[in-house]
């Protein structure tokens, strides 16, 4: 039954396809004899229905059709915008949806077309969600429903009552809320017998009730979705459905039902040409042949969501691949990869953390300039009236002129003291506001990404414990714990140097070492092995993402030297260099041991110490060399700046 659904679901799209591949040639030749106004209803026509089979067609024909209506203000023009806008929030592309939404909305404007201002602002709305601005979304959305009820569009109404349902359910998890709306919204479909936006309403609550919980309702509501939009051939509604289905037989353990889902689901989106949420599809059917026990396909279709996630850099896309490619490494044992995954994933949480402290920067900056620009108008509006009242003046008698401006010259006198007064003393407070006000912003940005750092090197602690154990078969418990208490350590100086330090985001390289060496001493208690360690270090500070791998080198290096290069009870020496050159340091760890074998390569080692090492370079993007001279010296390089 589900093969001969899959099959009739393939040929029922493949007719349709071949139909409109027939429309379009048609519409095509009609272009070469057609005048300037037949152009323009044709692009329009095949804008809408190549935006069904090939979506990078629709935006060439879109594009013509504003080429050729130059800048002109009318409804065509605002329906290309409108149309691009469309077609690039589809494809992930949000700020060029925004651009063309925008252009979309000025036209509106100055035609004084009220419908096509609500459109625009709904859909500016969607957008926002897609980006994760979920307050700024409901209050264009709002702006919209309050145009179309004024206007008394049922269809228009039907569309954003339910955009308001999903805004609500999804996003701000408030289903009560949610459920007044997508109630109002089949009423009014139900009412004008409107099949496609019933399909949209029907959707959205089989989702809420997926998230619920409520699977039998759920299934029920999304199949009766399902009919109708295949009836109206409603294709972005079939792939939201069919994904919400995958979902259920997943948690049902239905894995063939949620496979031949996602795969007509994927399908449909390759064929037309959308890119939204593509990966989450390749990583659901890897997933799906994980759990069927088929590792191969299972494989293949994580390097597909990688290569794709790469390929278009979103960054939260890739958070989520990488994030599974962590999870699927570490459950096949694959931990050296399962590592690197996580340093990925690492570095795009903190690039997402970095960019959203930009934005709260350039808000209060906002704020600022808005203050100041209002502060500039009122003086502004001030100055109007005085001038007001010098007209008036004017029209007066010189006896009354003569007695009227002495009197408004000391009236104005009277009031530019007292507002110089006024405005020093509100600058000194506006001065003293900002500044604590910065001060506060500042402490609560620097505290989260402490704690932000503090759980990246937790992870990076647990990462280490499984290499540790992976690679610790030949060596006793008090040898691996004992590495495992130097790496900690490493990491745990930091802290304490930040706890200790007035800056939160800097630790000066040699009070650290100071602090490292000092606790080698006593760990290894290196006086009675006649080993001396001693540190030259220029004034050299670090920030956490560069100090936390640099520490954990040292320890490695140190730690190897001490237990591998004094052989027969000989006195030895350990020598650390730390210099800088511009933006570069050079960091030197040398030793007077018995040094490597000449044919030594460090990127043919197979030991944990040497791999840490190269890994740990790698993240800081820094370079490793390693000489025998006879004793073993390490010189690593890199970037303090990126």
């Not at 095949?46 to 080429?67: C, H, P, Q, T």
């Not at 409108?82 to 035609?111: C, M, P």
């Not at 939204?276 to 042949?289: R, S």
């Amino acid at each position: 039954m589900i093969k001969f659904l899959k099959q009739y679901s393939y040929l029922f799209f493949l007719c349709f396809y071949v139909s409109l591949i027939g429309q379009t040639d048609s519409l095509e030749q009609k272009l070469i004899v057609a005048s300037k106004e037949e152009k323009i209803e044709l692009y329009k026509e095949l804008v809408d229905v190549y935006s069904n089979i090939k979506v990078d067609k629709a935006i060439d024909y879109a594009k013509e059709g504003l080429a050729l209506l130059k800048g002109e203000n009318n409804k065509n023009t605002g329906f290309f915008y409108l149309r691009l806008g469309k077609f690039y929030n589809n494809k992930s592309d949000h700020q060029e949806a925004l651009f063309y939404y925008t252009k979309a909305l000025e036209v509106s404007k100055k035609i004084k077309y009220d419908l096509g201002i609500g459109k625009c602002y709904q859909n500016i709305g969607v957008v926002y969600i897609r980006m994760g601005e979920y307050k700024t979304a409901l209050d264009y959305y709002l702006k919209a429903f309050k145009i179309y009820e004024k206007n008394d569009d049922e269809n228009l109404i039907v569309g954003i009552t339910n955009n308001l349902g999903t805004l609500y359910s999804c996003r701000l998890k408030d289903d009560e809320k949610a459920t007044i709306y997508y109630e109002k919204a089949l009423d009014l479909s139900n009412k004008s017998d409107n099949q496609e936006f019933k399909s949209y309403v029907l959707a959205n609550v089989g989702e809420m009730y997926m998230r619920q919980k409520r699977f039998d309702e759920a299934k029920e509501t999304l199949t009766e979705a399902l009919q109708i939009a295949e009836k109206a051939n409603h294709l972005e509604v079939m792939i939201n459905i069919l994904g919400n289905l995958s979902q259920i037989s997943i948690d049902e353990e239905k894995y063939q039902v949620a496979l031949m889902h996602s795969q007509r689901a994927l399908q449909m989106r390759l064929d037309i040409g959308y890119s939204e949420d593509i990966t989450h599809v390749y990583l659901t059917i890897a997933n799906i042949y994980e759990k069927l026990g088929d590792d191969r396909t299972a494989g293949l279709h994580y390097d597909k969501a990688l290569s794709i996630g790469e390929k278009v850099g979103a960054l939260p896309k890739l958070l989520k691949v990488y994030s599974a490619l962590q999870e699927y490494t570490n459950r096949k044992k694959e931990y050296k990869k399962s590592y690197e995954y996580l340093l990925k994933y690492n570095d795009i949480k903190d690039s997402l953390f970095t960019k959203e402290k930009d934005k709260q920067l350039k808000e209060v900056e906002a704020r600022f300039d808005l203050e100041n620009k209002e502060k500039e108008v009122l003086l502004l509006t001030n100055e109007n009236h005085i001038k007001e009242l010098e007209n008036k003046n004017q029209r007066t008698t010189q006896i009354i002129l003569i007695i009227g401006l002495i009197a408004l010259t000391m009236v104005i006198l009277t009031l530019l003291y007292a507002y110089k007064n006024k405005q020093k003393t509100n600058k000194v407070l506006a001065k003293k506001n900002k500044q604590i006000s910065q001060t506060l912003k500042d402490r609560e940005i620097l505290l989260k990404e402490v704690h932000h750092r503090v759980k990246n090197n937790l992870q990076i602690v647990s990462s280490l414990l499984r290499l540790q154990y992976k690679f610790g078969d030949n060596k006793s418990s008090f040898e691996i714990l004992q590495e495992i208490q130097d790496k900690i350590q490493a990491m745990a100086i930091i802290h304490e140097r930040l706890y200790k330090s007035s800056d939160l985001s800097l630790i000066n390289l040699q009070t650290y070492l100071d602090n490292l060496l000092q606790y080698f001493n006593t760990s290894y208690d290196l006086s009675q092995q006649n080993i001396n360690i001693t540190a030259s270090v220029d004034d050299i500070d670090l920030d956490m993402d560069h100090l936390v791998p640099c520490g954990l080198i040292v320890n490695e290096i140190i730690a190897n030297s001490i237990k591998y290069a004094f052989q027969n009870d000989d006195s030895g020496q350990i020598n650390i260099e730390a210099s800088k050159s511009q933006n570069k340091c050079i960091l030197k760890i040398q030793d007077t041991g018995v040094g490597f074998s000449k044919d030594f390569k460090i990127e043919d080692s197979k030991s944990l110490g040497m791999q840490l090492i190269q890994g740990l370079t790698r993240q800081i993007k820094g370079t490793v060399e390693i000489i025998s001279n006879p004793g073993a010296c390490y010189t690593i390089t890199f970037n303090m700046v990126e």
